[in-house]
């Protein structure tokens, strides 16, 4: 089994779960439930991230399903913040003419607050239980919130891999690691279990950020250059540059929002050779650990290799040298 075949197992379920919320939202909210479910049909992810809470109770317990009311408030979750991301890096979040911006905007505070928070209510929990899964929701906006606003005013010229990583251990990490956290506790693991499982979200989430990196630049997109975005491998590029070729760098920086020029050069100093050696075995790394704690954690060995196999796609090295040899000797 892969992830992607767990997740053509549940998928109907976790729409059906997110369907029932919708219509707890009741007549009175007619409106809004349309305007969220609008949200949602013109805002899905491309990845289903959703098995993360499935695979970790499934590790805990032989059985995936009971989690599925989490893996729908994580994509609630998720659907909400990736809107919100849009609409801080003032790209466009276009809903294709389906809502308003304003409207979109209203929709995605039910979606990933109200929403999330009256799934848990609905769950026949014991009220510490239920408690503490509110609270990781709570939570989580909190320290995902301060790691966006972090990287919103992230620096090039201090900017370094540890400064890097404090951040996407908040805006990325701190998501995965609520909702690996909260499905720990559905599955009523030991609060060490309940906090390993959260730092293994914490390094899923700076895998999967740097991944999210990776595909901006192999996609054409180059929204990270044309917002200024401090990328950990932009960081890695910029802490190990001499000081004048580093000068060089940022000045690149400041022109790639509005120069094409300048963003084509940046792009092609993160892709040198060199540079992406490095990459790959600090990449690596960051896989190596996350598996550390996998181990660490044992459990149900048949979705444990499952996860595993998620960890490993996350660790993809996907970029790939844009520079002829020549090209790459010079940069060297």
Known sequence: MSYLDLHREVSRDIDAEIETALERLGPSARITRNSVAKLLEHRK?????????????????????????????????WTSACYLDDLADANGASISGSLSENEALLASVITGNALPI??????ELPEPARSALI??????????????????????GSASRKSVVETY????GAPFGMITAMAAIFSGATPERVELWREFGYVFGILWQIFNDQEDIVSGRDEDLLNGTVTYLLASV????????RDHILGLCAGAGRSHQARTELAGLLRTPAA?????????????????????????????????????????????????????????
């Open 276 to 332: 992406l050696d490095r990459y790959r075995a600090e990449i690596d790394g960051f896989r190596d650990e996350a598996h550390r704690i996998l181990g660490r954690l044992g459990g149900d060995e048949f979705y444990a290799q499952v996860l595993r196999q998620l960890v490993d796609h996350a660790s993809q090295m996907v970029l790939e040298s844009a520079l002829t040899p020549a090209a790459a000797a010079k940069a060297a």
């Open 238 to 245: 910029l802490e190990d540059a001499s000081p004048e070729f």
């Open 135 to 156: 609270s990781e929701i709570l939570d989580g906006w909190i320290i995902g919130v301060d790691g966006q606003i972090a990287d919103m005013r992230g620096d090039m």
């Open 45 to 77: 992810l491309r990845h289903p991230l959703s098995v993360l809470p499935l695979l970790t109770h499934a590790i805990e317990t032989g059985h995936p399903r009971p989690a599925i009311p989490l893996s729908a408030v994580h994509l609630l979750w």
């Open 169 to 172: 251990r908040g805006k990325s």
């Open 118 to 123: 009256q799934i848990i209510l609905s769950q």
